[in-house]
């Protein structure tokens, strides 16, 4: 495996269930980024992580929950969500998360639908 | 506030030439992106500028001016292929990048 994944690619869940995305680097990056993107809107950025450690969450409510148990792995745990969570979830990351070029890489994107 | 505006859609010809603008107004700068984003994709860095001038990278290239808080993303020979979402963002002073709604390019025959 190369790059950024994500899983699942796909996810449909109901209000009340209680789900989790997955994402991986393999890029040897210290910084990894969960963002939501809608339709016709800018990139939403939820959470950053260097090095495990939070360091930026944008007043995300508390029904997403991150995890950053190590540099390479990074989690979005998903419960009692809202249709107007239903969004694509990408899932970045980059070697800092400071400095002036600071390439992001992205995943695929999880295509979420809150039904 | 911080914002970054760039043309919601645009069309253009194969063979042709297309020019995508981006504003922006951010609390600092250091350094801007364009990044290209195919239907059901992951979006994929093309350029970046942090000093004014313009950057050539094959059939793309980059122009940015800093004292008009102005870039434009230039595709040449267009292909089918180049049809994707074309996404503006700027680093701003706190390092964080703020993103352009991206601008839709569809190309026909």
């Known amino acids: 495996e190369t790059g950024v994944t994500q899983t699942p690619r796909h996810l449909v869940m109901g209000m009340t269930n209680k789900k989790s995305l997955k994402c991986e680097q393999h890029?040897?990056?210290?910084?990894m980024y969960w963002y939501k993107q809608s339709a016709k809107k800018p990139l939403e950025l939820m959470f950053v992580?260097?090095?495990?450690?939070?360091?930026e969450n944008n007043s995300v409510p508390s029904r997403f929950s991150p995890e950053c148990p190590n540099s390479s792995h990074l989690f979005l745990h998903l419960h009692t969500l809202q249709p107007e969570d239903s969004a694509l979830y990408l899932c970045?990351?980059?070697?800092?998360?400071?400095?002036?070029?600071?390439?992001?890489?992205f995943g695929p994107g999880t295509r979420l639908t809150v039904l | 506030g911080q914002n970054i505006d760039q043309p919601t859609e645009m069309t253009a010809t194969e063979g042709a030439i297309v020019q995508i603008n981006c504003t922006y107004q951010?609390?600092?700068?250091?350094?801007l992106f364009w990044y290209q984003q195919h239907a059901g994709e992951a979006p994929t860095f093309l350029s970046y500028?942090?000093l004014d001038g313009l950057e050539e990278k094959g059939r793309f290239s980059s122009f940015l001016s800093r004292s008009k808080g102005y870039s434009y993303l230039l595709l040449k020979e267009l292909q089918m292929k180049d049809s994707a979402s074309y996404l503006c963002?700027?680093?701003?002073?706190?390092?964080?990048?703020?993103w352009g709604a991206g601008t839709k390019l569809i190309i026909k025959p």
């Open positions: 963002a700027v680093t701003d002073s706190n390092y964080q990048l703020i």
């Open positions: 500028n942090v």
């Open positions: 992580y260097s090095l495990e450690e939070r360091v």
């Open positions: 970045a990351s980059s070697e800092e998360t400071s400095g002036n070029y600071n390439e992001q890489f």
């Open positions: 890029l040897g990056h210290n910084a």
């Open positions: 951010t609390s600092g700068f250091n350094g």
